[in-house]
């Protein structure tokens, strides 16, 4: 299966390892969010999208390009996310513009990530060491456990 892991890691590079650890857990592409060619992704049986979570959803600039992409039917996506506080509503935008594409949304991965946004530096961050060993293998165990879900 041919996988594509798109990302958007703006603040401290934290989704940025996520991304990097499910591709290569995966054996897919990875490609930072202004590298890819929207029309290409439909080279693709799956697409991991992930992003840190900025003012309570994914980066504006990765829920653009999904809103130009080409239909997405019979496709095998999941989104994944690192943020200050673990909040499911964080998904809910990326999800609704992935489904109505016609994606077949097959899991998703949240993960606390370091946060020195706003006041947050001066306090010495929020989640320092975010994330960390266990969350590595927590993602691990994530994208080998996606090779099991099937889509009709
Ligand atoms: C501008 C900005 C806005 C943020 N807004 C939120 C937010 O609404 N909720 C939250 O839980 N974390 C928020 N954060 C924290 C980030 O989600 C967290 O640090 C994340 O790991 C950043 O990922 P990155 O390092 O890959 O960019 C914000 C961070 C920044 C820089």
């Given at each position: 299966m041919k996988t594509l892991i798109v990302y958007k890691s703006i603040h401290l590079g934290s989704t940025k390892k996520i991304a990097e650890t499910i591709a290569k857990t995966l054996k897919a592409d990875l490609k930072e969010?202004?590298?890819?060619?929207?029309?290409?992704?439909?080279?693709?049986?799956q697409i991991g999208f992930g992003s840190g979570i900025y003012d309570g959803k994914f980066h504006q600039s990765i829920l653009e390009v999904i809103d130009k992409l080409p239909n997405l039917k019979g496709k095998r996506v999941f989104v994944f996310s690192t943020a200050g506080v673990i909040y499911e509503k964080s998904h809910s935008i990326v999800k609704q513009k992935l489904k109505e594409k016609n994606a077949a949304i097959i899991d998703e991965f949240y993960c606390k990530g370091f946060n020195k946004n706003s006041f947050l530096k001066y306090l010495g961050?929020?989640?320092?060491?975010?994330?960390n060993e266990e969350d590595f293998i927590r993602v691990k165990t994530f994208a080998n456990n996606l090779k099991n879900i099937t889509i009709n």
């Open positions: 969010l202004n590298e890819i060619d929207p029309s290409k992704i439909v080279n693709y049986d961050g929020m989640n320092k060491g975010r994330p």
